[in-house]
């Protein structure tokens, strides 16, 4: 596949602020991407903004990833702002660690909704902006997508969620001429890797994330390749060989699947006869 090149083109990023967006935000713009930053708190996003450059290549605005109308208002303005949206990174997430007899049901909730609908509500918003340039979704997911630890049920779960939702959406926008990508990364430094190592319980469950299988990989090495992953419009992005595996053979069947149970416009077909409310009563 040629390279999907990033210059000119604008980039929206959800959970800006936080230890990846950031990092990310450097290294796209370093592509030379237009950058439209969304976080909960506009003034901190339009100062990450204006330390990447003018308003002409790098803004932000206050989204809530909880909210399908914040997203949405927020993604116009992006649009209206830099002429077009062409790569839209679902970012934002969070985490905790309790098991499920003691986890608060409101933190469960609250990690599903941020974590797996914040997601969908991110490419429900934009899905209008990425058809006009035929243009790229990624989710930030995890190897907790296909291993699944003890004390992290909502993390995991939505995570698992995001692969999922990612293959589904895939195969409803392919004949639009959009990618949809997701990125499956193990442990790497960021604030919410140090929420891990100053709770007992986190500290206990991973040995410190120093050694072993647990070990923590340079964000850099995220970066590279999420970047690496967005110029190839790749479906699945793996930051590091020794968990390739477990990432890909999930997936194998798939492609295989999508070819022969998905033929021709079935998908458009379908989607053509489906109802907004998600099914149609018999009644």
């Known amino acids: 596949m040629a390279r999907y090149d990033l210059a000119g083109r604008t980039v929206l990023i959800t959970g800006s602020t936080g230890g990846l967006g950031t990092a990310l935000a450097r290294a796209l ?12 708190d506009a003034d901190t996003a339009q100062r990450q903004a204006a330390d990447l450059g003018p308003e002409a290549v790098a ?11 914040s997203l949405q208002s927020a993604m116009d303005a992006a649009a209206e702002h830099f ?14 660690m309790a098991p499920m007899e003691r986890i608060d049901p409101a933190a469960w909730e609250r990690i599903i909704d941020i974590n797996l609908n914040g997601v969908w509500r991110t490419f429900r918003a934009a899905l209008p902006h990425v058809k006009e340039t035929k243009g790229y979704l990624l ?12 004390l992290n049920g909502p993390y995991v779960a939505s995570k698992a969620g995001v692969w999922a939702l990612c293959d589904a959406t895939r195969l409803e926008v392919r004949h639009y001429g959009v990618g ?31 050694s072993g299988l647990w070990k923590m990989i340079p ?5 590279d390749s999420v970047v690496h992953g967005i110029e190839h419009r790749n479906a699945l992005i793996v930051p590091t060989r020794a968990n390739a595996i477990a990432a890909r053979i999930p997936g194998l069947v798939r492609p295989l699947v999508d070819r022969i149970g998905f033929p021709g416009t079935t ?14 009563s018999r009644r």
């Open 59 to 69: 803004r932000g605005w206050a989204a809530d990833v909880r909210d399908l109308a």
């Open 139 to 150: 989710a930030i997911s995890s190897m907790a997508a296909f291993v699944h630890s003890p």
């Open 267 to 280: 998908i458009p077909d379908a989607m053509a006869q489906s109802s907004e409310a998600g099914w149609v």
């Open 83 to 96: 002429g077009r949206i062409d790569v839209v990174i679902a970012n934002a997430g969070v985490g905790s």
């Open 29 to 40: 713009r370093a592509r030379g991407a237009n950058l439209a930053l969304l976080d909960l």
């Open 180 to 210: 949809v990508g997701s990125v499956h990364p193990t442990f790497f430094k960021t604030p919410m890797m140090d929420d891990v190592h100053s709770d007992p319980a986190g500290n206990t469950l991973w040995g410190g994330n120093k």
């Open 219 to 223: 964000l850099e090495t995220v970066v």
